[in-house]
């Protein structure tokens, strides 16, 4: 098994060996996670903080979930009753928080690229949570292992993206998963909701869902990100779901297997019909859950097996 990283900031940094490598120890947590005990104790007297900056259900739950099955000790950082109320940088609070020695640190924050930081100022194992419109690398690890899981391989899939691409960290991750393990991807949303240069990103781009999504073998739905859009990016959420909402007649055009999957929160009738969403021969959203769980647990394993094999710095 390879994986050399001692963070997981990004799909960037990652090559194939070490997606794979994290997909095929998650398989065995999820066989784990499905037992009636459900421990290890791989992390046993590793500390693991969670800094969420941002709001979270599934991705906070899981990770702390994760770190609980695997023994870690795991503490939940309140980031709305901590100091960061009281104007302390986002640095300032890691240092404090890398004082107390923890061995993994996981987080969330608005700003893009604000976690690659904060990696550089500590001594543990730093996980992207998602920051901003940046990268989300659990989400699409979970994603992939959903796919593979479901479809018996990651190469030589047509995968559709579809909605609002631009202020997606779900979507960058995945473009650069996906595309790593030679699945073809394309894109679909309004022009308003696409990022420039998407086009060079070796990606189709379409802006008609029934065209792109001929004959996909994998449906991924995106939230409307209204919390990073300062200006009118659409019309109305009506006439969104008109055009680019998921409903059984769009579906129509994917293959008659195709898998849905939505990275949650939904928002019903706006992206995605509930019916869809909900019709478990079709939607694959609670495995997705699932298996959010699992890829966290295999993650943690593999960066805390790294973080023992470092030398302690030497003190003149
Ligand atoms: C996503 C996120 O936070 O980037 N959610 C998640 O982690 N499951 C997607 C979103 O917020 O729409």
Known sequence: MTFRQTHLLGIEHLDPQDITAILDLADHYV?????????????????QINMFFE????????FEIAGKRLGADVMNMAMQTSSVK???????T????????????VVRHPMSGAVNLLAEKVNCAVLNAGDGRHEHPTQALLDALTIRRAKGRLHRLNIAICGDIAHSRVARSNILLLGKMESRIRLIGPPTLMPAGAADWGVEVFDDMKAGLRDVDVVMMLRLQKERMDGGFIPSE???FHRFGLDAEKLGHARPDAIVMHPGPMNRGVEIDGTIADDINRSVIQEQVEMGVAVRMAAMDLLA?????????VHA
């Open 86 to 92: 009281k104007g302390e940088t986002l640095i300032d």
């Open 94 to 105: 890691a240092l404090t928080l890398n004082a107390m020695h923890p061995d993994l640190l």
């Open 55 to 62: 709001n979270s259900t599934r991705t906070q739950a899981s």
């Open 31 to 47: 066989d784990l996670n499905r037992s009636p005990l459900k421990r290890s104790d791989v992390l046993a007297g590793l500390t």
């Open 238 to 240: 009506r006439e969104y």
């Open 305 to 313: 097996r790294n973080l023992r094999r470092t030398p302690e710095p």
